[in-house]
Nanobody, 118 residues
Framework: QVQFVESGGGLVQPGGSLRLSCAASGLIFRIYTMGWYRQAPGKERELVATITDKSNTNYTDSVKGRFTISRDNAKNAVYLQMNSLKPEDTAVYYC????????????WGQGTQVTVSS
C-alpha cells in the first residue's frame, strides 16, 4: 500500500520561506514522477511543480524563480522549497506520485496546509 508522510506546512508571513517534505513508501520511488499540487478554498487543484525520474523539473508560471522541487531517491522523499511566499500561495499542498506504464499509477498524499498571512 502506497503511503505518504507530508510535513513542513504552517503559517508564514509574506516574503517568508517554508520547506515541504513528502516521504513515500510502498512504491518503487525512483521510477515515479513526483509532484506537488495545491488547492485553495473555492478553487480547483492545480499543479505547482513536478520532477521526473531523471530529475527534470517543471513549474507553474506563478512559482517560477521562487519555488524549487527536489528529490532524494535514497530517502524516497520529495521536497518543495518555497521562498518569497505570497498570500496567494495559501492553499493545501498535496504530494503526488505518478507512473505510466500499461496503466496509470497515480497516488496522492493527505495534504499539508500552507498559510501566508501577516
Amino acid at each position: 500500500q502506497v503511503q505518504f508522510v507530508e510535513s513542513g506546512g504552517g503559517l508564514v508571513q509574506p516574503g517568508g520561506s517554508l520547506r515541504l517534505s513528502c516521504a513515500a513508501s510502498g512504491l518503487i520511488f525512483r521510477i515515479y514522477t513526483m509532484g506537488w499540487y495545491r488547492q485553495a478554498p473555492g478553487k480547483e487543484r492545480e499543479l505547482v511543480a513536478t520532477i521526473t525520474d531523471k530529475s527534470n523539473t517543471n513549474y507553474t508560471d506563478s512559482v517560477k524563480g521562487r519555488f524549487t522541487i527536489s528529490r532524494d531517491n535514497a530517502k524516497n522523499a520529495v521536497y518543495l522549497q518555497m521562498n518569497s511566499l505570497k498570500p496567494e500561495d495559501t492553499a493545501v499542498y498535496y504530494c503526488n506520485a505518478r507512473y505510466y506504464s500499461t496503466w496509470l499509477y497515480d497516488h496522492w498524499g493527505q495534504g499539508t496546509q500552507v498559510t501566508v498571512s501577516s
